[in-house]
């Protein structure tokens, strides 16, 4: 299997006309069996994503390009974060629960019931600049064994939730079917939540309030192919998010801009690089990366 295949831009709106970048997307990896999660860490210039099959979490070298296990019985892992203090946060969506791994290595247990009841699988996680932990908590590693380990909910539905700093696990959004990725805005007073299962599957939007709560949660875009998955956004408030056949933008207004198209279906996204221009894709069982002409979000 070739290491490159062309970019291929597909341009929906003439403001996309200069969202660009290398003419070969750089296929870095392609045996894991499903890649999802990739968080960028800058201090040593790697990236981990998850297999979430395999219960693994898989690390990519950026000064040699080499790939190598991060950490095997991952409780199967799939959304990765990093906090503000350089520690990775992990979604254990067949442990149903939310770790953080500490910079000596050792994993601590962040979250794993709300009002007493077992979390379902939690699935995507961010951390905002207050240090509280955002995530998302659908059934998909209940459902079957192939993500997790088949149980009923406890909970009874599928909700996005925040972790404050006393540990504290609170229900910020309670009306989605099957919450997914989810991305702040550059000033982080919007927050945006992928609903991967409704018809057609779609992006919400919420304000976010000082108390930590939200507002509004209207339609913010609809996925024209297939599904929505992982979300991340650029430093111009344009949302990148994972589709079937791509990577979809959009600007601020809701608009479809344009489409970087891939052979796979992605799963997530996240900017890395000295300059968070390395536009980094998990997509079936591989992971891409892209030099581009945009800029992911600062937080």
């Known amino acids: 299997m070739s290491n490159t295949i062309p970019a291929e831009f597909k341009l929906v709106d003439e403001r996309f006309a200069r969202l660009d970048g290398d003419f070969v997307v750089q296929r870095l990896h392609t045996d894991a069996r499903k890649s999802e999660g990739p968080v960028y860490f800058p201090a040593g210039r790697y990236l981990v994503w998850s297999d979430i099959p395999n219960e693994r979490l898989l690390r990519w070298d950026e000064t040699s390009g080499a790939v190598g296990v991060f950490r095997e019985n991952t409780g199967h892992a799939n959304g990765n974060t990093i ?94 079917c099957r919450p997914n990725g989810l991305a702040f805005s550059p000033d982080e007073r919007r927050l945006y939540v992928v609903d991967t299962r409704q018809e057609p599957s779609h992006i919400r939007v919420f304000d976010v309030l000082d108390d930590n709560t939200l507002a509004g949660g209207e339609i913010f875009a609809e996925c024209d192919f297939g599904r929505f998955d992982g979300i991340r956004l650029d430093d111009m408030g344009r949302v990148w998010a994972a589709a079937w056949d791509g990577v979809h933008c959009f600007h601020p207004d809701g608009t479809l801009l344009g489409k970087l198209l891939l052979p796979e279906p992605v799963s997530n996204v996240a900017f890395g690089g000295a300059r968070r221009n390395d536009l980094f894709i998990t997509a079936g069982g591989s992971l891409y990366s892209l030099k581009v002409t945009f800029t992911g979000a600062r937080y």
């Open 83 to 176: 906090d503000r203090q350089g520690r990775l946060i992990t979604c254990e969506q067949g442990a149903r629960r939310v770790t953080r791994t500490e910079h000596d290595g050792t994993i601590t247990v962040l979250a794993t019931h709300w009002h007493g009841k077992r979390l379902n699988s939690p699935n995507d996680v961010v951390v905002r600049a207050d240090d509280t932990i955002w995530f998302t908590d659908p059934s998909y590693g209940i459902a079957d064994d192939y993500e997790g380990h088949r149980a009923e909910s406890e909970i009874g539905a599928c909700h996005v939730y925040r972790l404050d700093l006393d540990g504290t696990v609170t229900a910020v959004a309670t009306d989605f």
